[in-house]
């Protein structure tokens, strides 16, 4: 059943259970709450569980999700099982086996098979040590997983949580290819299965080699773990759907601008004890099994828990955001983009756990909207007021209160230059979105200028005079439509405008500040 299959059998259940009527607009409201799957059991209103209990895997039936198909698992056992593996060439052939997509050619594998070429050694203990422990937990999935997990939908408030041993073979799975890439047609979750990492798009990358290079340290490290211990930390994976009566009215909020930390030396995933956004694309995880190798790619990569998500996760709407609570940093990094490379382990051990027993990490996915380049004429367009509604109403979806967070609720919010590198925002006009909508929520920001200090430090000063002037949210919404009004729509073809937004604001205000001097002068005369 595809997901308008499904949300038609929702909304007739639910009519039924309800005896009334039910729009979009209810359905959007209704809340499936906590689904926990780590006893394997699923923990949900009984009326729901069939309607929920959709996604998943090749393993469950898919006319009856509830049972598993053990003709299909036997296969991928005795498939995997019986064949030795000892390089990615034989690697490659045992795949082909169960997924007859894809062929011996060449092309296929190729990123592992330069991993094989580059780092000989390192490859040689991930074919005789590590690779049979993924085979391994891969398989054990049905003695983890006695249920199918729901997807993550659009237009539902959902959190799944399940332990990290769950996570660690639901992960073998995408790693062996087993999962395919058939969820994604189905139920349009994000391409899942690693096989797009192996075999690369043109160009080959050394990025690539390096984002396998790096997942394979986390199996390599879990390997080394005890499982019962592994077992009993949790994660979170939610899903937030704003219900649209109760957006915010941006235009009239009067509140006073929230406390903004600039700092240069530290990156997002850095920031301890603080939300973390996950600068996303809107299905999770963006490139991450291409060649993509930017913010999103680089925190997948490094905390592997997060592609996951990519298994049951649909893809995001305008209204809406993804959390990622409890995962683990395994690896160090370098570079960023095609110089990315694996920068050894990381020890996470400094991160505690919270009440749920989950690693105190909340990663919120958030995807801003993908803008035309500078340049371009409909790159303005981003200071419209349609566009800016957008992004705040986005951005509100990841920041506003969660009850399955654990963080206080004043907390800092680790961001930066969200939607402002392959997806082309104007850097001014997203800091300065990000300020009002965590300020109308009563958050903070811990902003990461990452590469572009030369911003920071006109941010800085911007902040401090709005600052210093009591500045609040609504004036601040207003400057950025005056903005759009006189500058940008006043522009003249194919021209750019001749004063950016933070250099109108400061100008403005000067204007204020002169004339209110001037008034007060007058007054003592
Ligand atoms: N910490 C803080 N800032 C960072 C970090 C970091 N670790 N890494 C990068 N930046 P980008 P977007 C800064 O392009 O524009 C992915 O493919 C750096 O200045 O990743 O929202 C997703 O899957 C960088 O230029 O985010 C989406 O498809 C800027 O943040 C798409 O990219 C923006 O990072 C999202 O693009």
Redesign the pocket.
Known sequence: MNISGFIKKLKTKLNSDLNKEIDEDTLTKYDFGNIELYNNELNINNDLKEYINYIIIPYYQKNNPGKLNSKQYKFFKSTLTNSTITNAKEFQSVVIKYNPLYTEDDCFFANLKNYEAKYPEEANKFFNKILPFIIEQALKLPEYLTKPIPLLGKNMNIAITINKLQALSLLANQFLCIFTDENHEIYDTPPCSFITLFSPMKPSLDSTVEKIRTVIHYFDKMRKRNLEEIKSELLTYQRISLNKESLIDWKNQKKGLCSVRIDTET???DCKGMMQVD???WYL????LTN?C??????FTINPELFVSMIFTQCLDHLESAYIIGTERFSNYTG?GRTYAYGGDYDDNGTLFDNMNRKETEIVAI??T?FCTPGIPQYYEQFSNKSVMRELNKFYAGIKENKYSDLEKDIYIAT??????????NIELKALLQVIAASVVGKNIYY?????TEFADQFGLLLKKLKKLHTTTDILFNYIEEYYSKVIQNLPKNSKPEVTLFNYILKNIENINNENNKKSEEEKV
Request: proline share 3%; glycine share 22%; net charge negative.
């Open positions: 990156s997002i995933e600068f996303a694309n995880g963006g490139g991450v993509g930017v913010q999103e790619e680089i925190r960023y995807d801003a993908l930066g230059n969200w939607g402002c590198g392959a997806f082309n925002g990461c200028p990452y590469d572009k």
